[in-house]
Each structure stands twice: as structure tokens, then as C-alpha cells.
């Protein structure tokens, strides 16, 4: 197996090389959630996705209109506002003026929270 600088290994399995990125192993994409979307419902992968982008597309909208998204045990999406502030570039320390703007943010809910706190718990065990 051999490590390169981007975290990535390269080992081989019946003379096929398989890179395995370290950073991404416990990351969900896009496709991959529709996969078990559709694998869970039964539904097609392209019903999933349809599914999927159309509760997306709603959370935005709401979000674009300044209201809540509340999914009751997962988490809140809401729009907070951040006030202008004087940040330092880190380049050439010249001081510089950051505007105030609208950000949106993510509350996770008491079962989602319970659950992680479940997997750390027996982890340490």
C-alpha cells in the first residue's frame, strides 16, 4: 500500500489498483444518498432523485423567503443574518471590511442528535 500527500492510498487487489481516499471514506454523495433512498422505498433511483431534488428545491425556496424549515427529530433550516465586520488577510495583514449578509443554517434536531451521541458512546466502549 503506498500513502500519497492528498491522503489517498493505492493498493492493489488482483492487479487492479484501488485508490482509497481517506478524507471521503465517511462521506455520503448525492448519488450514493439516492441509492439508499431507493434501495429504503422501494422506489426507482430516478423517482428517488426527483424526490430528492424536489425537497431540496422546497427547503430553498422557503430559505429564499426568510422562513424555517423545521423537520420534527431531524433539524431546523433557518436564515441567520451575519453582522459586517473588519477581517485580516492573512497575505499581507492589510485590514479589510466583510458586509453584512444572510447565511443559511442547520439546527440538528433531538433524535439526530441522539443517535450521533449513541454511535460516539459506543465507540468509547
Excluded at 491522503?7 to 492493489?12: G, K, M, P, R, V
Excluded at 451575519?82 to 477581517?87: D, E, I, P, Q, V
Amino acid at each position: 500500500m503506498r500513502h500519497f500527500k492528498n491522503n489517498s492510498y493505492i493498493c492493489s487487489e488482483k492487479q487492479k489498483p484501488i485508490i482509497i481516499n481517506i478524507l471521503t471514506q465517511n462521506t455520503m454523495n448525492k448519488t450514493e444518498l439516492v441509492n439508499a433512498m431507493a434501495e429504503k422505498t422501494g422506489m426507482t433511483k430516478v423517482a428517488a432523485k426527483a424526490a430528492m431534488n424536489a425537497c431540496f428545491t422546497t427547503i430553498q425556496e422557503q430559505l429564499s423567503k426568510g422562513q424555517k424549515v423545521s423537520l420534527i427529530g431531524f433539524g431546523t433550516f433557518s436564515v441567520v443574518e451575519r453582522k459586517a465586520r473588519t477581517a485580516k488577510n492573512p497575505q499581507t495583514g492589510e485590514k479589510v471590511k466583510v458586509p453584512a449578509k444572510k447565511v443559511a443554517k442547520f439546527k440538528a434536531g433531538s433524535n439526530l442528535l441522539a443517535k450521533k451521541a449513541a454511535k460516539k458512546a459506543a465507540k468509547k466502549k
